[in-house]
């Protein structure tokens, strides 16, 4: 049984086959919904088209969250394309590597504005020029890190955003709930994407997770596409608002 066949998915933040994205996107396939892919720019583009036929997406198009002109041309397209969609992924994140390098009373302004503009904002952008086009019992998702409520050395602003983004989520869900949609986010633990290469000691964070988490093991792409196709289905019916760990428990340890 496909848990979400006839279903329409867009998936914001395939950046390569390493990507959170990717995997949510290959399991949403699987289960039998459309999907369609957005890209930043025609650099990123080369990387999405294959990736695209791979999973026979219904399309893909540009989009920079940073332009407030690319939120209305998304629309259009969507609904050009689709009319209506059920599920939006929101799997997008950006901080300047020397806010993350350096000690957080040491953050710019200008590098606080742009983490909290594409980590958090864009969710509250996307969800406002979209949600009319979903249909009652959609899905909104983000994706999330546990740096959102307790310091992680080198996460810093990246933190401050996320936190920003849950925050937004359950507001979102507030607003949303009476239209049908539901609004979550998925907290992973550290997987090796091209966004987390620019966290300083990934390495040592991964090391921590397979010494003390309690299954003792890193979490892979699947395991956060498999909450996420349950948040996107039926069986989550009743969930909204809500932060989901999918970290093999390294939240629970003191």
Not at 82 to 94: N, Q, T
Not at 178 to 203: E, F, H, M, Y
């Amino acid at each position: 049984m496909e848990l979400l066949k006839g279903k329409k998915a867009l998936v914001l933040g395939v950046a390569n086959d390493m990507s959170i994205a990717w995997g949510i996107t290959k399991a949403l396939r699987a289960q039998g919904a459309h999907v369609a892919l957005t890209y930043l720019n025609e650099n990123l583009k080369k990387r999405v088209e294959p990736l695209a036929l791979e999973v026979e997406a219904d399309f893909i198009t540009e989009m920079d969250v940073t332009n407030d002109e690319h939120y209305a041309q998304l629309r259009k397209t969507v609904e050009e394309k689709w009319g209506k969609f059920d599920i939006l992924v929101h799997s997008l994140a950006f901080a300047d590597k020397n806010d993350l390098k350096s000690n957080f009373t040491d953050t710019s302004r200008e590098g606080f504005k742009m983490a909290c503009d594409i980590s958090a904002f864009s969710l509250v952008g996307l969800s406002h020029h979209l949600h009319d086009l979903m249909n009652p019992g959609g899905s909104i998702m983000a994706m999330t890190y546990h740096g959102s409520v307790k310091v992680l050395k080198g996460y810093n602003v990246m933190g401050v955003a996320k936190a920003a983004l849950e925050a937004s989520a359950r507001y979102l869900a507030d607003d949303l709930g009476p239209k049908g949609l539901k609004v979550n986010c998925i907290s992973a633990g550290p997987i090796r994407t091209l966004a987390a290469s620019g966290v300083p000691g990934l390495k040592e964070y991964l090391k921590a997770i397979e010494e003390k988490a309690p299954m003792r093991k890193n979490v892979s792409q699947d395991d956060v596409a498999g909450s996420a196709v349950y948040l996107a289905s039926s069986l989550s019916n009743g969930v909204t608002g809500q932060v989901l760990y999918v970290d093999s428990g390294m939240s629970i340890i003191a």
